[in-house]
């Protein structure tokens, strides 16, 4: 069972919300009363996707459901991305400081955490020894296709709701693209994602 938050495009969220019913998970659209759906049902585990989730709603599940186990994805480690943002000089110091605290004080309070790399996983250990942290790789199937091996195209997809994303895709254009367009000048690039930003819609 999971809670997903309601999507401002409804056709699209009954979409996938009738993709995931027909594979028997059952979602319930936020705002949700968290506290009565926990109560209805026994659960053996509950999976919190982001430290910010697991801040707000570990303690209600394990209340709930104090004989389940609480795993939290990190997804990324949120503190050491906000600690090379302040290196740059695109984020304060204080951020990656608050986040750190608050990241870690989410992971003590489960039984696991999910890293998606090694990297990760030690970085983790390295602030707390005591965590149990595994690592769950991001899982990409690949396929071989037919391409037109001349074709100059290139596509970036991603939501500009996340931050890095904005910021890696600026920095591309700037540094990199005049260097493809150099010497491929006939190539094109392709920009998808929701929200874009308006620096990236001047591009």
């Known amino acids: 069972t999971c809670w997903a938050e309601q999507e401002s495009n409804a056709d699209s969220c009954r979409r996938y919300r009738n993709m995931l019913e027909v594979r028997g998970i059952r979602v319930f659209e936020w705002p949700v009363e968290l506290g009565h759906r926990l109560a209805c049902t026994r659960y053996d585990i509950g999976l919190f996707e982001f430290y910010w989730v697991a801040e707000h709603t570990l303690p209600l599940f394990r209340r709930a459901q104090p004989h389940a186990a609480a795993i939290v994805d990190s997804v990324d480690v949120a503190f050491a991305r906000e600690e090379l943002a302040a290196k740059v000089g695109v984020a ?11 990241e870690l004080a989410a992971y003590r309070t489960a039984d696991a ?3 998606v790399s090694e990297a990760d996983r030690a970085l983790l250990l390295a602030e707390d020894a005591t965590l149990h942290v595994g690592v769950v790789r991001n899982i990409v199937r690949t396929r071989t296709v037919d391409r037109n091996p001349a074709s100059k195209q290139l596509v970036f997809v991603g939501s500009f709701n996340w931050p890095p994303n904005s910021d890696g895709l600026l920095w591309f254009m700037r540094e990199v693209w005049p260097l493809v367009q150099e010497q491929e000048p006939e190539s094109t ?9 308006e620096p990236i819609k001047d591009l």
Request: avoid cysteine; charged fraction near 15%; charge should be positive.
């Open 92 to 102: 304060g110091p204080h951020l990656a400081s608050e986040t750190k605290r608050r």
């Open 113 to 115: 955490v999910i890293a």
């Open 189 to 197: 690039m392709n920009i998808i994602g929701s929200n874009p930003t």
